[in-house]
């Protein structure tokens, strides 16, 4: 018997079972998911897809074509961009190059001379002493020539025309006569005599 009280007394400190109880979600955040899933569908509804970009990316399909070229129509190619992608790291953004090593294209002789020294400048490089603004260079500067016609001609007209620079615009067929001219040409110019003598 007393085995059993002991058992029943032991039973009672012992807290019951715990059990899953049915907790059902609170209505206000049923009511707050129906009520975004209605406004999502209504969103989705009412939103306008295909080509009118009324709504985000202001942009339409054609913009984002890229440009057809007209058959016979030159390509406008822009010269500062040609810059800085090809000529900034050496010559630098103000055009001051880099007192030493890269010479200077904005106010030198060579930029704003003779357009065909500047022509075959870019079209072979120099290799060699070069004297820009009284200061004497001896370094490299490799040959441009995988460039179009149309691109020398920008690049050249943009470094004759920014930081001051004002001289005369150089068109694709002056590039593409000099081109002609110094066909034979593997070398890059041996420094500045040898350009003045090539004229
Ligand atoms: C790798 C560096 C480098 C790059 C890139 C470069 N140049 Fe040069 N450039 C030189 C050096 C060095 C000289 C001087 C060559 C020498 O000392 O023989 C020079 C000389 C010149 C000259 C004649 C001297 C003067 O200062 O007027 C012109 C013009 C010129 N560069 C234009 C350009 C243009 C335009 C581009 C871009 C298409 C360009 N360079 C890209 C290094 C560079």
Request: charged share 20%; hydrophobic share 40%.
């Amino acid at each position: 018997m007393s085995k059993n009280k002991d058992s029943s007394e032991q039973r009672r400190r012992e807290n019951a079972d715990p059990d899953e109880n049915v907790r059902p979600l609170p209505w206000f955040l049923v009511m707050l998911l129906g009520a975004m899933a209605m406004w999502g569908a209504f969103y989705i509804y009412s939103t306008p897809s295909g080509e009118d970009s009324s709504y985000g990316d202001q942009r339409t399909v054609s913009t984002l074509r890229p440009p057809v070229p007209v058959a016979g129509a030159v390509m406008s190619v822009d010269g500062k961009q040609i810059y800085a992608s090809k000529c900034v790291a050496c010559h630098q953004a103000t055009g001051q190059g880099i007192a030493g090593v890269f010479p200077p294209l904005a106010a030198s002789e060579w930029v704003l001379g003779d357009e065909k020294i500047l022509t075959h400048i870019l079209l072979h490089g120099i290799n060699g002493a070069i004297e820009v603004k009284g200061v004497i260079y001896n370094g490299a500067m490799p040959a441009w020539n995988t460039m179009s016609d149309a691109e020398l001609a920008a690049v050249m007209t943009y470094i004759r025309s920014d930081w001051g620079n004002q001289a005369a615009a150089i068109t694709p067929d002056t590039v593409k006569a000099q081109r002609e001219a110094t066909q034979s040409r593997t070398e890059p110019y041996q420094g500045g005599q040898e350009l003045k003598a090539a004229l």
